[in-house]
């Protein structure tokens, strides 16, 4: 829905947040916005209300923004100041955030652009209505954890070993001069045990994730799994589940309850986080 209809170098352009209905003014009062020249304000729809800011449209071109894209501190500004006015706006009311840098040619622009989208938004605002996002993400228990390290110390000790055969040094225990009765086949079947500890490992993890994603997905309206976060070096977990979870309001002490249980149970490290305003849910409709 981002335009660029607006690149008159001295025109103003309108930034649009969100979509919502019936939304308390104050609740975007005082709000910087993405710029400090004009307020965060409402925009009247036909059935909706537009929360808007009146903005350079010299500063969303095509070229500025290609620009701020390429400028990780001044993109996680506008992308932090975009999120602190969708999320003022929906803790009072119904909210659907738009893209980030959504911009028209003017106030009339939004309104003819926005209005063929409802059905959209009536249907998502109906979806949302009393609910909030929340994110899982569930890592590997202990034991599995321990399983896949246990199958690592077990091939480099067979390697080893393997390497002192190649190389000539005895491997212990021994008889001097020869190698230890049936050493070759110990040999393949630490190696298969080690597959076989590696494949129940992967087994039980993914039993788990799908344990924790059922449970989550029978208290929430409607769920997401998404790809797994990157973990970072120094982080030795390994994340089984990221998922993303519609939740009625009345509901969410119950889904802390239900998460602290899922730990007992499973013995993994559940991370629950939220509650967001729904961006995952907006969309699809």
């Not at 350079?56 to 996680?76: G, K, N």
């Amino acid at each position: 829905m981002r335009q660029h209809d607006a690149e008159v170098p001295d025109a103003n352009a309108t930034y649009v947040f969100a979509v919502c209905r019936d939304p308390d003014p104050s609740s975007c009062a005082g709000l910087p916005g993405v710029t400090h020249e004009a307020p965060v304000r409402l925009l009247a729809l036909d059935s909706f209300t537009a929360i808007v800011q009146t903005v350079r449209a010299c500063d969303f071109t095509d070229e500025a923004w290609q620009s701020r894209l390429s400028d990780q501190r001044e993109l996680e500004r506008y992308a932090r100041a975009h999120h602190d006015v969708v999320s003022a706006v929906a803790a009072a009311c119904p909210t659907v955030p738009l893209p980030m840098a959504t911009v028209y040619h003017a106030d009339e622009r939004v309104r003819e652009a926005l209005a063929k989208e409802t059905d959209r938004f009536r249907a998502a605002l109906k979806r949302i209505a009393h609910h909030a996002e929340w994110g899982v993400k569930v890592y590997a228990p202990p034991a599995a954890t321990a399983a896949t390290a246990a199958t690592a110390a077990t091939a480099a000790t067979a390697a080893t070993d393997d390497a002192d055969r190649r190389t000539g040094r005895p491997v212990v225990p021994t008889d001097r001069g020869r190698p230890a009765a049936g050493a070759g086949l110990a040999y393949l079947e630490r190696k298969r045990g080690a597959q076989r500890l590696r494949e129940r490992s992967q087994e039980d993890a993914l039993r788990t994730a799908e344990t924790v994603d059922e449970q989550v997905g029978r208290l929430a309206t409607v769920s997401r799994r998404l790809r797994p976060h990157p973990q970072p070096s120094t982080d030795r977990r390994v994340q089984i589940l990221n998922a993303t979870y519609l939740v009625a309001e009345h509901r969410s002490e119950e889904l802390a309850l239900l998460t602290r249980t899922l730990r007992e149970r499973t013995g993994a490290e559940i991370e629950l986080s939220g509650p967001w305003v729904p961006y995952s849910f907006v969309g699809e409709v």
